[in-house]
């Protein structure tokens, strides 16, 4: 309901009237905001409070009415010591911890390890649950060129791309937690670089770099069966995150991480169904379920994120309230995909109201990365280090301060 | 589905002769294949057998608590048996049951918040089980009031509406339903609901489709767990499908095991 002219000075603001039935006091919220305010209803001199909220409200909420009536009565008649009431939502289940990287305590080589995951509540919610870990950011690098990479993307990197230890080092200038290793160049259609071949390029880059490493095959069964055994092999001992096992081609990476110590991705194409289905088969084949990190596959903003958003948002609350199928951490491929959408792509002679495009294709792929971490994402694989940047400095803004 | 096994109950054959010839290999036997098969929690109940209720009670606990760390659920109408077994228990336990009577309630819930135990609670007072779902409902808000008012915490509640045989109560089976809903909304959070689900085909000779029907039915009107037969896997799958129908599982095509692997 709308403030009628007469009453006071919010009308046309957007807030909304809020029944107490309080004689006295008019109390009124923007909308889904986080402040309120309340009137008096009489009286010459009117008096406008605003009214602190600690989270977002929600008219339905009883606790807020009453907190309202209760603060708004407290202060007209003087008094300000209304505590604002605990309304944290809790939940029985909690989201696995997993650790990507072995330091040389632990039998590998690596200069730090990464952790993801452990929450026991909604995605960055630090205001009511427990985030033990910051989202973490990965960037790709590839030993297939980069041919197919955004004039944005490529720009930081093509002095090194064509050295994949040098690239790795790079990575670990630009500040990203851990280094994604694309094997590209296994693909039957693009060299099709045997096992050995990939497994060198992933010693070169375990020896040139101190950042944990992620290992993503090519997504065709028989080359991914040929060659990720190999470049587990290669990089025993380090606890890499490799990827990644699918409903109908997990029992090779299984046991290969297993015998190794890595850890696992399982993939599901935008199914929360499946995603449950892969996680429960590389259990049946012994793999534990808390080293398993889920890739529900990614959607750029524009090109389908909305799918895979609604995927995590389930997954998580399915977790939350205790399947342990569904308490895996998520990671997302992002710079790849967000390099795919006309708006991160376009140059600026075809659509000059978009600006420059150096500013436009890192937007985008943060922006895409901030959507998924807001949706549950604990590991973003990006490509651009400005993108990373920006995504992990919003990231940061959107958890509260304690 | 919060599952408690009934089979350890000396009502039947095999558990009363454990108990008489103090065999424990039979008991620990029944309690292996109940939870092989889904049980959360053991129901343990002396029935008829030969000796001091109480002797065999603490018998059972201990026998059972050789083999498992499930929660023990306390089956027994003898308040000293009851508060003297609790005591034997490791794990928090679960009393069955009190009735809704004031004078049961002032007992058995303080007895359950001094030994950290949940409570299930029956809709039945002094003229016994109430024909319709009004008389289940009245008596459902006098226990969560006595459980608010001695502090027990309401998701430590279990309240029973009480089921009889569809055979002599045909108008029960649906009161029952009526009043899971009604009931559901007497707080928030909410109690939760409980059957001793077998006792709807006492004496009926499709029982175990008996069963697993109403199951589903009464999930279907909020049921959150039953007392009943584990080892009955058309009964467990039933209950484990209705409550994915019920969206409180994601579907995955393996769903029945991964609900039985992951619990």
Not at chain 1, 18 to 42: M, T
Not at chain 1, 243 to 257: F, I, N
Not at chain 2, 69 to 79: A, R, S, Y
């Amino acid at each position: 309901m709308k403030q009628s002219q007469k009453s006071g000075s919010l009308s046309g603001s957007g807030s909304e009237k809020i029944v107490l039935g309080h004689e006295k006091l008019d109390v009124y919220r923007l909308a889904r905001g986080y402040v309120a305010w309340a009137f008096e209803k009489s009286g010459k001199a009117q008096r406008t409070i605003p009214i602190p909220i600690s989270r977002p409200i929600y008219r339905e909420q009883t606790w807020f009415t009453e907190y309202l009536l209760k603060y708004s009565v407290n202060f007209f008649s003087g008094r300000e010591d209304m505590a604002i009431p605990d309304v944290k939502e809790k939940f029985s289940g909690c989201m696995n911890t997993v650790t990507i990287g072995a330091t040389s305590e632990n039998g590998g080589t690596r200069g730090k390890t990464i952790s993801i995951g452990g929450e026991n509540g909604l995605p960055l919610a630090n205001w009511e649950s427990d985030v033990p870990n910051p989202p973490a950011f990965a960037l790709e690098i590839t030993n297939g060129g980069i041919d197919g990479w955004l004039p944005e993307e490529a720009r930081h990197v093509e002095d090194v791309a064509d050295d994949i230890g040098k690239w790795a080092a790079k990575c670990e200038e630009w500040g990203a937690d851990a280094v994604c290793l694309k094997l590209d160049a296994a693909h039957p259609d693009d060299g099709a670089r045997s096992g050995e071949e990939c497994a060198g390029d992933v010693k070169k880059v375990l020896e040139s770099c101190g950042l944990p490493l992620i290992i993503w095959g090519v997504d065709v069964a028989e080359t991914d069966d040929s060659v990720l055994p190999k470049c587990s092999q290669a990089a025993a001992g380090e606890n890499c995150l490799i990827g990644s096992a699918k409903e109908k081609d997990y029992r090779t990476l299984a046991a290969s991480c297993l015998a190794d110590g890595h850890k696992i991705v399982a993939e599901s194409p935008s199914d929360i169904n499946l995603a449950k289905q892969v996680n429960i088969l590389l259990q049946d084949v012994g793999y534990p379920l808390e080293n398993i990190v889920i890739h529900p596959t990614t959607g750029a903003l524009g090109f389908g994120m909305i799918y895979i958003y609604s995927v995590m948002e389930r997954a998580r609350n399915a977790a939350l309230n205790g399947d342990k199928l569904l308490q895996q951490p998520v990671a997302v491929y992002i710079g790849e995909q967000a390099g795919r959408v006309k708006e991160a792509k376009a140059g600026e002679d075809e659509y000059p109201q978009w600006g420059p495009r150096e500013v436009r294709a890192p937007l985008w792929e943060a922006a895409t990365a901030i959507g998924l971490i807001e949706a549950g994402a604990g590991l973003c694989v990006m490509r651009n280090p400005d993108a990373m940047k920006q995504a992990r400095e919003a990231a940061e803004r959107l958890t509260v301060t304690q | 589905m919060f599952v408690i096994g009934e089979r350890i109950n000396g009502m039947f054959s095999d558990v009363k002769k454990g108990i008489e010839n103090h065999d424990k290999s039979i008991v620990q036997e029944v309690a292996h294949r109940q939870i092989k098969c889904g049980a959360d929690a053991l129901d343990i109940n002396v029935g008829t057998a030969r000796g001091k209720a109480m002797d065999n009670m603490l018998w059972l606990i201990e026998s059972v608590q050789e083999v498992t760390d499930l929660p023990l659920c306390i089956d027994t109408t003898k308040f000293d048996v009851m508060g003297e077994a609790l005591k034997a228990c490791k794990q928090p336990a679960i009393i069955n049951s009190s009735k809704s009577t004031e004078e049961e309630l002032d007992r058995y819930v303080p007895l359950a918040v001094e030994n950290n135990a949940q409570l299930i609670a029956l809709t039945i007072d002094k003229s016994g089980v109430p024909s319709n779902a009004e008389n289940r409902v009245a008596m459902g808000a006098t226990i969560v009031t006595k459980a608010m008012e001695y502090g027990l915490e309401i998701p430590d509640l279990y309240i029973d509406p009480v089921i009889l045989p569809v055979n002599v109560a045909p108008k029960q089976p649906v009161a029952v339903m009526e009043t899971l809903r009604q009931l559901a909304v007497l707080s928030d959070p909410p109690p939760k609901f409980i059957l001793g689900l077998s006792n709807v085909s006492q004496s009926c000779k499709l029982r175990s489709l008996i069963n697993s029907t109403y199951l589903v039915m009464a999930i279907s009107a909020g049921l959150d767990g039953a007392i009943m037969d584990p080892t009955d896997r058309q009964l467990m799958e039933a209950g484990i499908t209705a409550e994915l129908l019920m969206e409180k599982q994601i579907y995955c095509d393996d769903y029945i095991s991964a609900y039985l692997g992951n619990r």
